[in-house]
């Protein structure tokens, strides 16, 4: 009976342990967040959607606007996207919409149903003084908001030019598992305590690879972990998981919009993850009257590892579906 009086005290004491530690680590998280808020403020502008401030990113000039529309999870997509986009500017217009929940864009505990989302992106590029019709540039789940754009508002959507982008049928085919929600949430209260702070140098990079990148700065990479801390998995990130296939039956039931020049950009990589994923994309695209699709021997983040050859890829397809086919219609 001794023995398990003590063994008890030990229990209770190392719990207590370990509840000091966890509040300390949150503390001392929430006064990092601060201090790096106001060393790495928002490079775009915050424009007010749905009582939330949302962060659009833009630069460049052109005859065609680039809105890039992240995957999920993707903590910030301003810089996830710059060894892409810094190719881009010296002949478009590149805009980065960061979703609720991502990036320097506050989390929001609206709705994530695809209506919601898009209206909301089109709202944030409205007050950022952006003019459509755009190109579109959406990352894995993304695509289902891109595509459903072209399908509601056709006359917005120049072209969509998808990074490995979702569709509605890999969402809705047998070999697509949800993530378990109990792992999702014990993920996120490691994130919102802190705890993803103490990781070493490679599990940090594994889950930021652009850390490795020659192409971004010191600064960039900085303001890549500041907003990983902050943004990593947000309240906002964890409601879109619930959202997933019912937006993807919506996108599903309105058809493709088969008018929309597009380009999918389709990493064979992506197979570990949904097993017909290749396969279901380059079917996809091919229902497209102006559709063409490139595989590439690449991880999901297809525009870390291809950036330089998707950038002349994009700049070749815009300039034959659109600049060539006005110079012939001018002559004629």
Same mark, same amino acid.
């Given at each position: 009976?001794?023995?398990?009086?003590?063994?008890?005290?030990?229990?209770?004491?190392?719990?207590?342990?370990?509840?000091?530690?966890?509040?300390?680590?949150?503390?001392?998280?929430?006064?990092?967040l601060r201090n790096e808020a106001k060393k790495y403020p928002p490079p775009g502008?915050?424009?007010?959607?749905?009582?939330?401030?949302?962060?659009?990113?833009?630069?460049?000039?052109?005859?065609?606007?680039?809105?890039?529309?992240?995957?999920?999870?993707?903590?910030?997509?301003?810089?996830?996207?710059?060894?892409?986009?810094?190719?881009?500017?010296?002949?478009?217009?590149?805009?980065?919409?960061?979703?609720?929940?991502?990036?320097?864009?506050?989390?929001?505990?609206?709705?994530?149903?695809?209506?919601?989302?898009l209206e909301e992106t089109r709202k944030a590029l409205k007050l950022s003084g952006?003019?459509?019709?755009?190109?579109?540039?959406?990352?894995?789940?993304?695509?289902?908001?891109?595509?459903?754009?072209?399908?509601?508002?056709?006359?917005?959507?120049?072209?969509? =030019? #998808? !990074?490995?982008?979702?569709?509605?049928?890999?969402? *809705?085919?047998?070999?697509?598992? %949800?993530?378990?929600?109990? $792992? /999702?949430?014990?993920?996120?209260?490691?994130?919102? =305590? #802190? !705890?993803?702070?103490?990781?070493?140098?490679?599990? *940090?990079?594994?889950?930021?690879? %652009?850390?490795?990148?020659? $192409? /971004?700065?010191?600064e960039d990479k900085e303001k890549l972990k500041a907003t990983f801390y902050k943004?990593?998995?947000?309240?906002?990130?964890?409601?879109?998981?619930?959202?997933?296939?019912?937006?993807?039956?919506?996108?599903?039931?309105?058809?493709?919009?088969?008018?929309?020049?597009?380009?999918?950009?389709?990493?064979?990589?992506?197979?570990?993850?949904?097993?017909?994923?290749?396969?279901?994309?380059?079917?996809?695209?091919?229902?497209?009257?102006?559709?063409?699709?490139?595989?590439?021997?690449?991880?999901?983040?297809?525009?870390?590892?291809?950036?330089?050859?998707?950038?002349?890829?994009?700049?070749?397809?815009?300039?034959?579906?659109?600049?060539?086919?006005?110079?012939?219609?001018?002559?004629?």
């Open positions: 009976m001794k023995i398990l009086k003590i063994a008890g005290k030990i229990v209770i004491f190392g719990g207590g342990i370990i509840v000091v530690l966890l509040v300390l680590s949150a503390l001392y998280h929430k006064y990092e502008e915050l424009v007010q959607v749905n009582n939330n401030k949302m962060h659009v990113y833009s630069e460049g000039q052109g005859d065609f606007t680039l809105i890039f529309m992240s995957g999920h999870g993707t903590s910030c997509p301003t810089i996830d996207f710059k060894p892409l986009w810094m190719r881009m500017t010296d002949e478009y217009r590149i805009v980065v919409v960061e979703k609720a929940g991502y990036g320097w864009s506050e989390t929001s505990s609206s709705s994530r149903d695809i209506d919601t989302m952006e003019d459509g019709p755009y190109v579109l540039v959406p990352h894995s789940m993304s695509g289902l908001e891109a595509i459903y754009w072209a399908q509601k508002y056709p006359d917005e959507v120049k072209a969509i =030019i #998808g !990074l490995d982008p979702a569709i509605p049928d890999v969402y *809705l085919n047998s070999s697509f598992v %949800l993530p378990q929600k109990s $792992e /999702l949430f014990f993920m996120y209260l490691i994130s919102r =305590i #802190g !705890l993803s702070r103490f990781m070493g140098k490679d599990e *940090l990079e594994k889950n930021l690879p %652009l850390l490795k990148s020659e $192409e /971004l700065s010191k943004s990593s998995l947000t309240k906002t990130m964890l409601n879109e998981v619930n959202y997933i296939q019912e937006n993807a039956r919506k996108v599903k039931t309105n058809g493709i919009p088969i008018n929309i020049p597009m380009y999918f950009f389709i990493a064979e990589g992506s197979v570990n993850i949904i097993p017909d994923w290749k396969k279901k994309l380059s079917e996809y695209v091919t229902e497209i009257n102006f559709g063409k699709f490139k595989l590439f021997n690449s991880g999901h983040y297809i525009h870390h590892e291809k950036s330089d050859i998707i950038a002349n890829e994009i700049k070749d397809f815009l300039m034959e579906q659109f600049v060539s086919k006005i110079n012939v219609t001018i002559k004629l």
